[in-house]
């Protein structure tokens, strides 16, 4: 592929134009809850002690040109990774030989894995599982004249976020690009600036309709007298990305008439309960503005336990703990969870040995050609637990530069990069080199470029790298594999700087984004 697509684009703004495309943009995300709380460093806390303010999410005036090739597939690879990741939770025991060797080293996996051992001691209450899960790309143009390739960054199954943001960041640059209708004034004229350009997203009815499916599932309330029935969101302590969450529960109430509540990770012990005389385990919820009603929880959505930081205390495990053993359909499970460790995703790539991809989808129908267009989404990838070729490409500071080294974690920040590696891995003990992952540089296009309005209000031109998440809903029996629903819907794009090697946007490092196809 060339850069001629990337060679004039975005326009030129002149002062006048780039005021008002600003300034749209502000009142728009205002208006539309494209928003998320202030960081600290912008506003203090002495500035804002309630907590009452908000500010534009960090967004790109512009849509990003993406191949449509590669966001095609992506959409049509998104069902058959969703039955993958089902088919890896449904079997315990191949997820705790692949976490053996990082259990002795990394105490939040070994504290996930306990959890898991605690509760099927005592015996699952429930066997339905729900996965909310994002599969993150880039289009990977090793070279100007390369077809671009869909590659794969990582594969989410908790909290995978921006959903309800991407969808409004669609809807913004759709009114753009179509406002007037056929006579769009907010942009310069472009050939990839047409009305219509920008492709649907259906994230938040996507996303919201698969916790609704699981909630059906549920039945009815296990108690007696019986209770009514609603959804959780686990959240995090001062959650900045509240508006996001906020799309998929209101969808959630207005449309399909559930009750849903938010409770933070820290008071999950203070405000539900499991009777001790039930032998269903229902989890029960009494909200604290409403002490006198009780609600069955049919559902637990986790937007928070998915990084160490989020465990402050052995209190916060027994939480976690007491979730997984209520009847509760959990999203995700911790099983699942594991299942999204970098350690999977690296064993799942390897060229070598048993052919876990086709083992994994033997049972789902999925055609020969259908595992090997997944395969291929698949960046080169090595385990650095024992000596071999991922040590060798990553102690040498010359094939170093073209790698990342990734932790079993999740969220922004945690990589280590280029040649940066080999210093980092000789600063740690070598037993934990087993904690980490090594992975081959995607390579998007050099030429893409983009303007971002940050959250501070400053705006940024210049070199961009895109990022595509593509959501995926599916509900299944853990007991017999059987899945119950399965969908695809919604996209995320994310842009960075050029040169910025993280991708996060509640993390500072991105901006929200959409895309033009061509």
């Known amino acids: ?60 005036l512009f849509p990003s040109p993406f191949p449509r090739t590669c966001f095609e597939e992506a959409k049509a690879l998104q069902t058959v990774y969703n039955k993958l990741y089902a088919a890896i939770t449904c079997n315990e025991g191949w997820i705790g030989k692949i976490m053996e060797d990082l259990i002795d080293v990394d105490d939040f996996v070994s504290n996930l894995w306990k959890v898991h051992l605690a509760v099927q001691k005592e015996g699952y209450a429930q066997t339905l599982s729900l996965g909310l899960f994002r599969s993150d790309y880039m289009a990977h143009t090793p070279s100007d004249s ?12 908790i909290s995978s976020s921006f959903g309800g943001l991407s969808s409004r960041v669609a809807s913004l640059h759709s009114e753009l690009l179509d406002s007037p209708p056929g006579h769009p004034i907010a942009y310069p004229p472009h050939s990839l600036l047409r009305p219509g350009a920008i492709p649907e997203n259906t994230a938040v009815e996507v996303l919201s309709a698969g916790l609704a499916r699981a909630h059906a599932a549920y039945g009815a309330s296990k108690s007696q007298p019986q209770l009514p029935i609603c959804i959780l969101f686990v959240v ?10 906020l799309a998929l529960s209101r ?18 012990l203070n405000h539900t309960t499991i009777p001790d005389s039930n032998p269903s385990r229902p989890l029960i919820y009494t909200p604290p503005h409403a002490s006198t009603t009780q609600f069955e929880v049919t559902t637990v959505y986790l937007r928070a336990f998915y990084a160490p930081t989020d465990y402050k205390s052995s209190r916060e495990w027994e939480a976690r703990t007491h979730l997984e053993r209520s009847a509760a359909i959990k999203c995700p499970s911790v099983l699942n969870q594991l299942s999204g460790s970098k350690i999977v995703q690296q064993v799942l790539a390897t060229p070598t040995g048993p052919d876990h991809l086709k083992s994994f ?4 129908n999925t055609d020969d050609s259908t595992i090997s267009r997944l395969r291929a989404t698949f ?8 000596t071999g070729k991922g040590r060798d490409l990553a102690l040498n500071p010359s094939t170093a530069e073209n790698h990342v080294l990734k932790p079993q974690r999740e969220g922004g920040g945690n990589n280590i990069y280029k040649s940066a590696i080999p210093d980092f891995l000789n600063s740690i003990p070598e037993n934990e080199w087993k904690r980490w992952i090594l992975m081959e540089l995607i390579h998007p296009p050099k030429a893409a470029k983009n303007v971002a309005l940050r959250s501070d209000g400053e705006v940024l031109s210049g070199g961009v ?46 901006s929200l984004d959409s895309v033009v196809l061509f």
């Open 1 to 60: 592929m060339t850069d001629s697509v990337y060679q004039d684009y975005p326009p030129a703004l002149n002062p006048a134009q780039k005021e008002f495309l600003v300034k749209t943009v502000k009142d728009w995300a205002t208006q539309n809850g494209l928003q998320v709380r202030p960081a600290p460093a912008f506003v203090s806390k002495e500035s804002d002690p309630h907590g009452v303010l908000a500010t534009n999410a960090p967004v790109t």
């Open 146 to 157: 390369a077809t671009p390739e869909l590659k794969q960054v990582e594969f989410n199954t």
């Open 236 to 245: 995090q302590e001062g959650e900045r990305n509240i508006f996001d969450q």
């Open 251 to 268: 969808q959630l109430t207005k449309v399909h008439k559930i009750p849903t509540f938010r409770i933070l990770s820290s008071e999950i």
């Open 361 to 364: 989808l033997s049972d789902t």
């Open 379 to 386: 960046a080169p990838q090595y385990d650095l637990s024992s």
């Open 465 to 510: 790298i895109g990022e595509l998440g593509i959501y995926g809903t599916i509900l299944w029996d853990q007991k017999d594999g059987k899945v119950h629903h399965n969908e695809q819907g919604g996209w995320l794009m994310r842009t960075k700087a050029e040169g910025v090697n993280e991708g996060g946007v509640a993390t500072g490092f991105s």
